[in-house]
């Protein structure tokens, strides 16, 4: 039974079936045609390019994993209008534009429709018709409207309309009410027009308008949800003003605070730009602890706290805004494992996997229902812990997360480490849990070079490389406080990973190491980018780095715009698939961050480079993930069809980028900080003004070989090299 820790966060395990395990096809969101999303908090809302949201698809309007709006179709005189374009200047608005179809006898229509929507806790939607032509013009406006309360994990699925409780849909005057209850649960969604619609039946609301000559008509649309009884009032009401909403001064306040960068390369800094975006757009404020600013992974699928995502986006985006770091450490302490609880996996120290939202009772944090299935993000949990330390950024809370780092070290050793091996392996507790536990988490993601599905206990090459890392972090912290006896502890814990990881993971007559090691302690030998993670944390011996260095820009494994998961002469290679042989914009920068701190500077700058050009032939954003085909033979990405965009840790990878071309290692409490620029090719000029170091706001300044660097405290030592991958041990 789970003790008190357990009960607090949630009275059962998810109610839906085997949410974590699912193994099936994803729902579609559009048919192919293109979606459009609009994001705030854990609130988005999905619909096609003319702007409606279609009855029996994947689309709707989401707060806390529930759709509440699975239809919103807009009709003009019986019609559809056609769609002309779709803008969007914020993450959490769009205008829909379209024309309405012409009268019969006439070529062109004289009327324009303009669909203002705003996201926030609910949503509003403003609509203008507008008539150019020299006649006034009778309209009959339609908008059909239902909810069907799905689970965003019955939506993905492709279950939405599977309810075991009931929909009731009642009109009144100025709009329309759905409701529903299964148990004690209950949600609601109301739908508020102004003006007073002409007729509102259960599931449509008509108004009668009259467009006058070169003018136009408007109406408002507020949609609220009801969680348990409980009117939830949206940002954005109709009638004030939208800049005043909540998003809007945060995502302003944002964007005062993100570091201002100028560049020659105009493509680079728009992507940078788009980056920034859309974190803003995918953080999550805790009404419980309004101060602690987290990270959702991406939408559509997961706009909610992830551990391991949360933790990796916010050790990118250091070079942007620690404050993402600190609240996502702390609210993962929140809800750091206390008890063993087969049913979600928890165990003491334990930091959690994912965070769900649908049956929740408010909006704050604390609802959420918890599953702690992932063997990575405890060790992330201490080495992005020591990250912030390293530059030198909120003292006083970093210390008081020291007990729950320590907690979360103790699960390595103990729980991680279940047969006393010395490495970190996962085996799940419950069917219900997920089969494979790292960040390639789909049930076929690791294989052996021959195509054959690993099975667990598995131990994964990059999770001993974040356990590397972690050790390296809790002695520096120890080393920090005159506690030399930890110190030697934990720096030959370190030593003896990293000695035994090159001996047991390295597949000698491939010259590569494996991707784990199975229940037998048998190498899974299959080529993949996880090694590109070891080189990120320093556990590969630096006589192997070039070998893997070279194998992981070669044609098996270098699509052009990216690294591939899984070498394309592997066993089960497929480039659309989710984890064998595609490409995640993460895992390639996080590779480049590697072959950088290696010294090769020249096969990061190659990835890098893919991957802006990536994002430009994307608009300028990265989405999760886009399929392994080769650039020589297709002259853009070939999207995955069903994957999150925005997406966090897509969007911080050239953050994490602009960090390795200018080979920042800030490692203040020692005094010193590495910065050694490297432009790319074709750039010579880079500004960057205000990233938060040691307590301050620093300028750096890179035109050709100069470089210039302003508002570093004069504590500490400026090293104008790059750090050796030795040098954190």
Not at 407 to 429: C, K, N, Q, S, T
Not at 537 to 542: A, F, K, L, P, Q
Request: charged share 25%; net charge negative; aromatic share 10%.
């Amino acid at each position: 039974m789970p003790g008190q820790g357990a009960a607090n966060r949630s009275d059962s395990f998810l109610p839906v079936s085997d949410p974590w395990a699912y193994a099936g096809k994803v729902a579609a969101l559009d048919g192919g045609a293109g979606a459009v999303t609009l994001v705030d908090e854990s609130t988005f809302v999905i619909s096609t390019r003319p702007g409606d949201v279609t009855a029996g698809s994947a689309q709707g309007l989401f707060v806390r994993d529930t759709r509440l709006l699975s239809r919103f179709e807009l009709l003009v005189n019986g019609q559809h209008p056609e769609a002309l374009a779709a803008v969007s200047d914020e993450p959490f608005s769009a205008t829909f534009v379209g024309r309405c179809q012409p009268r019969p006898g006439r070529a062109d229509s004289t009327l324009m429709v303009f669909r203002s929507r705003y996201v926030g806790q609910g949503m509003r939607e403003d609509l203008a018709i507008r008539n150019f032509g020299d006649e006034a013009t009778f309209c009959a406006v339609e908008i059909f409207v239902d909810s069907d309360f799905a689970d965003l994990f019955a939506v993905k699925e492709g279950r939405g309309a599977d309810l075991e409780g009931e929909v009731l849909r009642r009109p009144h005057e100025a709009g329309l009410e759905f409701s529903y209850r299964r148990g004690t649960v209950s949600r609601g969604t109301h739908l508020q027009f102004s003006p007073t619609p002409t007729l509102v039946g259960e599931d449509i609301v008509t108004f009668e308008a009259i467009v006058p000559a070169r003018g136009e008509w408007r109406a408002c649309v507020e949609v609220h949800p009801v969680i348990e009884g409980k009117h939830i009032e949206p940002r954005y009401r109709c009638g004030q003003p939208v800049e005043r909403a909540a998003p809007s001064e945060r995502l302003a306040k944002w964007r005062r605070q993100v570091p201002q960068v100028e560049t020659d390369d105009e493509g680079f800094r728009s992507v940078l730009m788009r980056s920034s975006e859309d974190l803003g757009a995918l953080r999550i404020f805790d009404p419980d602890f309004p101060e602690r600013v987290v990270i959702a992974a991406g939408a559509p699928w997961f706009m909610t706290v992830f551990g391991r995502d949360s933790l990796i986006t916010s050790w990118m985006a250091l070079v942007v805004d620690p404050d993402l770091a600190l609240g996502v450490l702390q609210t993962l302490a929140r809800f750091q494992g206390t008890d063993i609880d087969p049913r979600s996996e928890e165990e003491p120290g334990r930091i959690l996997h994912e965070m769900r939202f649908g049956e929740a009772p408010s909006l704050s944090l604390g609802g959420g229902s918890i599953y702690y299935g992932t063997a990575d993000a405890t060790p992330l949990f201490v080495m992005v812990l020591g990250e912030l330390r390293r530059w030198g950024l909120a003292r006083e809370a970093v210390e008081e997360l020291l007990p729950n780092a320590e907690r979360a070290l103790e699960w390595i050793e103990h729980f991680g480490d279940a047969d006393g091996d010395g490495y970190v392996e996962y085996h799940r507790a419950t069917d219900r849990g997920l089969a494979n536990q790292g960040w390639k988490d789909s049930w076929d993601a690791v294989r052996y070079s021959d195509g054959t599905v690993a099975h667990a206990p598995i131990a994964l090459c990059e999770v001993q490389a974040y356990v590397y890392s972690a050790f390296l972090a809790r002695a520096h912290f120890a080393k920090e406080r005159g506690d030399e006896a930890t110190y030697d502890r934990y720096r030959t814990k370190a030593a003896n990973l990293k000695t035994a990881f090159n001996r047991d993971f390295w597949v000698e007559e491939k010259g590569w190491y494996a991707i784990g090691l199975d229940a037998d302690k048998r190498q899974i030998d299959s080529l993949t980018s996880n090694m590109g993670h070891c080189l990120w944390t320093g556990i590969v011996d630096e006589e192997r780095a070039r070998l893997v260095a070279d194998r992981l820009m070669s044609e098996e494994m270098f699509s052009g715009w990216g690294v591939r998961t899984l070498g394309t002469t592997m066993g089960g290679y497929n480039p659309i698939s989710y984890h064998g042989g595609s490409v995640w914009p993460h895992d390639t920068a996080i590779v480049a961050a590697g072959l950088a701190r290696y010294g090769f500077v020249d096969h990061a700058e190659r990835l890098t480079t893919a991957l802006l050009d990536a994002a430009l032939s994307q608009g300028g954003r990265l989405p999760e993930l886009f399929s392994g085909l080769d650039r020589q033979d297709f002259p853009q990405p070939v999207a995955y069809p069903t994957s999150c965009s925005p997406q966090a840790w897509a969007a911080a990878s050239p953050l994490l980028c602009l960090r390795t071309m200018l080979r920042l290692d800030p490692w203040v409490p020692y005094g010193r900080t590495w910065l050694a620029p490297r432009l790319l090719p074709g750039m010579r000029y880079l500004k960057v003004e205000g990233i938060p170091l040691a307590g301050a706001r620093v300028t750096v300044e890179v035109e050709g070989d100069q470089v210039e660097v302003k508002g570093l405290p004069p504590e500490i030592e400026l090293v104008s090299e790059p750090r050796h991958p030795a040098t954190a041990a």
